[in-house]
């Protein structure tokens, strides 16, 4: 039993061939292109104005220097957002529940990040290993510990995503194994659970918005640190 409720996680495959490819090409074929008309649908209309806010709200405390990394970041929530949104489907597979795509996302965007800092201001960028005011027999301590922190960054971001997304279906399919397993025994109680399972899934459609938010705001506090 405890073996079939992380079946839900495992790579899905077909005639031996691993279907990750199709699940992220898929999200993208779900957005609308713009058209060339002088007035869009309502959809497009939505899309264009959650985008807007988006990258609005994220930039507006860096530089200019970070706004060259508008499309990434917009483009990396839209896509987040859309593995899990898909994800809470039935007979769906969840991409970001996978930890080795997350640290594939996680680290080569934080490592850019770092490397932006060290390359356009070293002494800032070092700056941040070391407090300002630090007593004189701290300091090899706190180098050790700040540096630490600065590559726990991505497994963090990593860890994080996969870890909410992971308990909040582990826990809609403990809860709906537990009203079907009820529902012949104590009706009453199967319909309390259904009602439950239904509350949860909710959750986990603000979870999933959430998460990506979260893993995109992260990243940008990191480039905000170094431009």
């Known amino acids: 039993?405890?073996?079939?409720?992380f079946d839900q996680f495992m790579s899905p495959t077909y005639l031996g061939i691993p279907l990750m490819a199709l699940a992220f090409v898929l999200p993208w074929l779900l957005f609308?292109?713009?058209?060339?008309?002088?007035?869009?649908?309502?959809?497009?209309?939505?899309?264009?104005?959650f985008i807007n806010r988006f990258t609005s709200q994220l930039l507006t405390p860096i530089n200019l220097g970070g706004h060259k990394w508008a499309l990434i970041l917009t483009?990396?929530?839209?896509?987040?957002?859309?593995?899990n949104m898909l994800g809470l489907l039935p007979y769906t597979f969840t991409p970001t529940t996978q930890l080795s795509l997350n640290m594939g996302l996680a680290v080569p965007l934080w490592l850019a990040t770092v490397l932006?800092?060290?390359?356009?201001?070293?002494?800032?960028a070092l700056g941040h290993l070391l407090p300002e005011g630090t007593p004189v027999?701290?300091?090899?301590?706190?180098?050790?510990?700040?540096?630490?922190?600065?590559?726990?960054r991505p497994l963090a971001l990593g860890v994080r995503l996969t870890a909410?997304?992971?308990?909040?279906?582990?826990?809609?399919?403990?809860?709906?194994?537990?009203?079907?397993?009820?529902?012949?025994?104590?009706?009453?109680v199967a319909i309390l659970t259904a009602i439950v399972?239904?509350?949860?899934?909710?959750?986990?459609?603000?979870?999933?918005?959430?998460?990506?938010?979260?893993?995109?705001?992260?990243?940008?506090?990191?480039?905000?640190?170094?431009?």
């Open 1 to 5: 039993m405890m073996t079939s409720f």
């Open 32 to 49: 609308p292109s713009p058209a060339p008309r002088w007035i869009n649908n309502r959809f497009l209309t939505l899309q264009g104005w």
């Open 75 to 83: 483009s990396l929530m839209v896509f987040l957002i859309s593995l």
């Open 116 to 124: 932006i800092g060290m390359r356009n201001q070293p002494t800032a």
């Open 137 to 152: 027999p701290l300091i090899p301590v706190l180098i050790i510990i700040e540096t630490i922190s600065l590559f726990i």
């Open 164 to 188: 909410n997304l992971t308990a909040g279906h582990l826990l809609m399919q403990l809860i709906a194994t537990a009203a079907f397993t009820l529902l012949p025994l104590m009706p009453t």
């Open 197 to 227: 399972l239904l509350l949860l899934t909710i959750l986990e459609i603000a979870v999933a918005m959430i998460q990506a938010y979260v893993f995109v705001l992260l990243l940008s506090l990191y480039l905000q640190e170094n431009v």
